[in-house]
Each structure stands twice: as C-alpha cells, then as structure tokens.
C-alpha cells in the first residue's frame, strides 16, 4: 500500500463514527457545550446588570449587612458546601463506592434545597415586607427589580433542575446503573451552577449594600 493510500485510509477511519469528539465522551462534551452557551447568556445578562447600575445614579442599595448580606453569606457557604459534597460524589464513584458516593449526591441535594429555601425567604421578605416587583421598588430605579428578579430567579431555576438530575443519577447509581463519568458529567453543571453564583453574589447583592 502507497503512503498516500494509508494516508487516506487513516485520514477516513477518524470519520467513520465511533470515535469521541476531542478525546472525550459525547456525555461530557454535550456538557461543556451546554456551560458555554449557559455561560454566554448569564455573562449577558450580568453585563446588562452592571451597566444598568453604573449608568444609573439613583440605582437602589437596598442591602443591609444585618440580614441581607449575611443570608447571602449563608446561602453562598450552602452552594460552596455542596461543591465540596459533589467532588467526594465523584471521587467515590470513581473508587467503585456506589453507597458513599449516593450519600454524598443526597448531601449535595440537601444543600442545594437549602439554598433554594433561603432564597425564596428572601425573596417573601423582599415583595411583602419591602414591596419589590419586577416592575417597582420603594428605592428608586423601576428596573432594579426586573434584574434583580430575572438574574437570582434565573440562577435558582439551574439549581432546582440540578437538583431534579442530581435527583435521577442518586437513584440510578443506587440500583446499581450509570457508570463514574454520568456521576462527573452531572458534577460539571452542579460545579457551573456553583461558579455562577461565584459572580452573582458579588455583583449583585455585594455591589448593592448599603454603607
């Protein structure tokens, strides 16, 4: 056989099919293009944020230290635990302990519903005691509201659907079905969700404290 010939036998065996994209699972892949696209929209919309607040003089610095940025605090170090819950899902996963590793997915749930709890009391405390809506607030700029409802409100949907999968991969690896890699491919939307919150918190309620 000429090396042209092998050239192209080998050039047309890597377009046959059966062979992972970029050295890595389909599962995997799928995901890191689903953080990219996921990561455009919330980089969008926190730049939209952003620019809205600095343009905007009279823009609401609704958050006192006691309670407002030390609930965030809590409901951060609630999303950072479970970080930490996920990573020993997967290293135990990885080490063939299905019963370690689906009690941590249920610690990584847990943490992840009390995020969710918090935040939703906030959210009570801000429409009936502070009287915000998506279209009004008692401080000044109308669409403080609208941002800030549509970010946080955005975020808490990606931890409840996390919640949902993480949900399904705990009963499966329970019965003994998925293998470590779906464990690690539901870690990278908990880790992204996570990592997002990261920006949110800073941007959003740290950058909107009242001094």
């Known amino acids: 056989m000429s090396t042209h010939a092998a050239a192209a036998t080998t050039s047309a ?44 003089p009279d823009w609401p610095t609704p958050f006192h230290f006691n309670p407002s940025i030390i609930f965030s605090s809590v409901m951060t170090f609630a999303l950072l635990t479970s970080s930490l819950t996920m990573v020993m899902a997967v290293h135990s996963m990885n080490q063939g302990n299905r019963k370690a590793a689906a009690r941590w997915i249920l610690a990584t749930m847990l943490a992840g519903a009390t995020f969710v709890g918090l935040h939703l009391t906030e959210w009570l405390n801000l429409i009936n005691n502070e009287h915000v809506t998506p279209a009004s607030n008692p401080w000044g700029v109308p669409l403080f509201g609208a941002t800030f409802f549509g970010i946080t409100g955005l975020h808490m949907t990606h931890v409840v659907i996390g919640i949902i999968y993480l949900g399904i991969i705990c009963q499966a690896v329970m019965r003994g079905k998925f293998k470590a890699e779906d464990v690690e491919v539901a870690g990278l939307y908990w880790h992204f969700v996570d990592l997002v919150w990261m920006f949110v918190f800073p941007l959003v309620y740290l950058m909107s404290a009242k001094i």
């Open 13 to 56: 065996s890597h377009w046959d099919g059966g062979h992972s994209p970029y050295a890595t699972n389909s599962k995997k892949f799928g995901m890191w293009l689903f953080i990219i696209s996921d990561a455009l929209t919330f980089s969008a919309l926190l730049f939209a944020y952003t620019y809205s607040r600095v343009s905007n």
